[in-house]
């Protein structure tokens, strides 16, 4: 058989192992399909031409750069422990690389490495996390009946959470597919799963893991299987609930009613507040192949991470089908700045700031309103010039710069009045940036989504807080106010 560039493409895109190949400069030239499931990416087109410290997947880049020059003088190495960045998180790869020649000359590498984080988190782990499955709990599918005459529960179940491991849920909902039964698909995204790792060790992410698998375990014990697809993320197939009305209300008990994606967690006498972000859809009405239907479930999950995360997506097609995830995914706090400041240009007043960053502010953070505050403590929206509500008491929270509050418990103690106006607004969450230079305070900008218990993350904040430096600017060079 001769080999041809389509035969070469199938077999490196069908491989496990995460498969690169770089030029005499350590410039990616190629990846494979595993290298961008691993990483998260769409395509290699973001990282043809750079080198892994462009791409920031090293705490400590210069060891992995010197390995690599010695592969290119001709070195070749084998099964090397290491570590990566991915989505935030340090992971534990093993990496084998070798020179690629050209005749008798070098001109460059391939490598290949492949994910061991669990294994070697599991050796650490002071105790053995139980198995959330039992044989007799995963016989009464038969796909696992049959499985498991062939392997021991032990090879099925993730060494770390205790649920199905990657391979084997996938392989589950690939049968059910073909055996034409109907089940509805879910992915969950734990939430700033990262501030747990770096704020508390990874033995705290670890707990939070196993946690969150043994709650969703129990609660759909009787009509579905939970699996985990890697790092923080976790597949659940739910056998039972596949119109649209009871997808919702199996939602609503899972973050509301039994509190397992909407929790608090104590580790080691810290409190923890836990959140996860959910997409789901349903086979066959959404989708007749594992492809499509994963790409939904996909499109869902990251439309709720870009809502604000702590929340869940039901795929609907006349909302989502037509959705790009690269469109969804959210651009560096750096570019959001400079985009900001070239909508602004040089428009002047504050109303006429707003009104112009509102669109692009709508378009970065998924917001529906923007409100805002003078020092007499009216508040009044952007898009509805006729609201006006009493906010007099908001300079008792106690902040600097910038206050978020998931549950407006603080707020309702300490200031009734905005307590008032956010509830009639239906918010159940809000960020408040305070417009002013040094201790002086001018104002207050206000993003508050009705019925969205939402979690500002850190460029979301980022970029509030440099909208009302820039106003502040202004109305200190400037000399103009904040209507009243």
């Not at 010039?385 to 978020?404: G, V």
Request: proline share 2%.
């Amino acid at each position: 058989m001769k080999m041809t560039d389509s035969i070469f493409d199938s077999i490196i895109n069908t491989a496990q192992d995460c498969v690169f190949w770089k030029d005499k400069e350590r410039r990616f030239v190629g990846v494979n399909q595993a290298f961008l499931d691993f990483y998260g990416f769409e395509s290699a087109e973001i990282l043809i031409g750079k080198t892994d410290e462009d791409m920031g997947w090293h705490s400590d880049p210069e060891p992995y750069k010197q390995d690599e020059l010695n592969v290119l003088k001709g070195d070749s190495t084998y099964k090397v422990q290491g570590k990566c960045i991915v989505k935030g998180e340090e992971r534990d790869i093993i990496a084998s690389k070798r020179p690629l020649y050209d005749g008798e000359e070098i001109i460059g590498l391939v490598g290949s490495f492949m994910d061991i984080t669990d294994v070697v988190r599991r050796k650490n782990l002071k105790s053995n996390v139980n198995a959330m499955y039992t044989v007799k709990q995963l016989r009464k599918y038969e796909y696992f009946d049959k499985l498991l005459d062939e392997i021991s529960i032990k090879d099925i179940l993730d060494p770390l959470t205790g649920v199905v491991s990657r391979g084997y849920i996938q392989d589950f909902v690939q049968s059910l597919i073909s055996k034409n039964t109907p089940f509805t698909f879910v992915i969950i995204d734990l939430d700033n799963f990262k501030f747990f790792n770096d704020t508390y060790g990874h033995h705290a992410g670890d707990m939070v893991l196993v946690d969150v698998s043994r709650g969703l375990v129990s609660f759909t014990e009787e009509y579905g299987v939970v699996g985990r697809f890697g790092g923080d993320e976790l597949l659940l197939i739910n056998l039972r609930d596949r119109d649209y009305q009871q997808k919702k209300e199996f939602f609503i008990k899972l973050y509301e009613k039994n509190k397992i994606l909407r929790k608090d967690f104590k580790f080691e006498g810290n409190n923890l507040f836990i959140t996860g972000t959910s997409g789901c859809a349903t086979y066959p009405d959404d989708a007749k192949t594992y492809d499509e239907l994963f790409s939904f479930i996909d499109k869902a999950l990251f439309r709720g991470k870009n809502k604000g995360r702590n929340c869940y997506i039901i795929y609907v097609e006349e909302k989502y089908k037509d959705l790009e995830i690269k469109k969804l995914a959210r651009r560096g706090i750096y570019t959001s700045m400079r985009g900001l400041i070239d909508r602004l240009g040089h428009v002047n007043g504050f109303e006429n700031i707003l009104n112009a960053a509102y669109p692009f502010l709508s378009e970065e953070l998924q917001i529906t309103n923007l409100y805002y505050a003078g020092k007499n403590g009216n508040m009044h929206s952007v898009l509805d010039k006729a609201y006006k509500a009493d906010i007099s008491d908001i300079s008792k929270l106690e902040m600097d710069d910038l206050y978020t509050d998931n549950s407006l418990d603080i707020i309702k103690d300490t200031c009734p009045k905005l307590y008032k106006a956010l509830n009639e607004l239906k918010a159940e969450s809000v960020l408040i940036v305070r417009i002013g230079l040094g201790a002086k305070t001018e104002g207050y900008i206000i993003c508050a989504e009705p019925k969205s218990k939402r979690i500002w993350q850190e460029d979301e904040r980022g970029l509030m807080y440099f909208l009302a430096r820039l106003l502040a600017e202004h109305i200190h060079y400037h000399e103009d106010s904040i209507p009243e």
